[in-house]
Nanobody
Framework: QVQLVESGGGSVQAGGSLRLSCAAS????????MGWFRQAPGKKREGVAG???????RSADSVKGRFTASKENGKHTLYLQMNSLKPDDTAMYYC????????????????????WGQGTQVTVSS
């Protein structure tokens, strides 16, 4: 069983930064991908950054240049560095993993990700 634990959320003023962490435990079969998703009240869940099975990371166009995903070498830990935060970034942020990903993380629907963390709240005030 795979477990994901996020940490690092909080409240910050616009323009500030936060770093989220997602630690995965359990049997992480080769070929997995991981993603960071966010959901604000009344809005659809949105993928913001993730990691492909080969370890490469990318951010969604909506946050490119501000958000960066990275993986800790030798560990199943994915980080999300968020800079120049805006009030529109306020949301619950979730980490998710998909075993047997088979491709780029952003080509998979969030419903395909079978493992999810509990979420961590990010609140950006103006």
């Amino acid at each position: 069983q795979v477990q994901l634990v996020e940490s690092g959320g909080g409240s910050v003023q616009a323009g500030g930064s936060l770093r989220l962490s997602c630690a995965a435990s359990g049997y992480m079969a080769r070929g997995y991908c991981m993603g960071w998703f966010r959901q604000a009240p009344g809005k659809k869940r949105e993928g913001v950054a993730g990691m492909d099975p080969d370890g490469s990371t990318r951010s969604a166009d909506s946050v490119k240049g501000r958000f960066t995903a990275s993986k800790e070498n030798g560990k199943h830990t994915l980080y999300l560095q968020m800079n120049s935060l805006k009030p529109d970034d306020t949301a619950m942020y979730y980490c998710a993993a998909l075993l047997g990903c088979g491709g780029r993380w952003e080509e998979r629907n969030f419903e395909d990700f079978g493992y999810w963390g509990q979420g961590t709240q990010v609140t950006v005030s103006s």
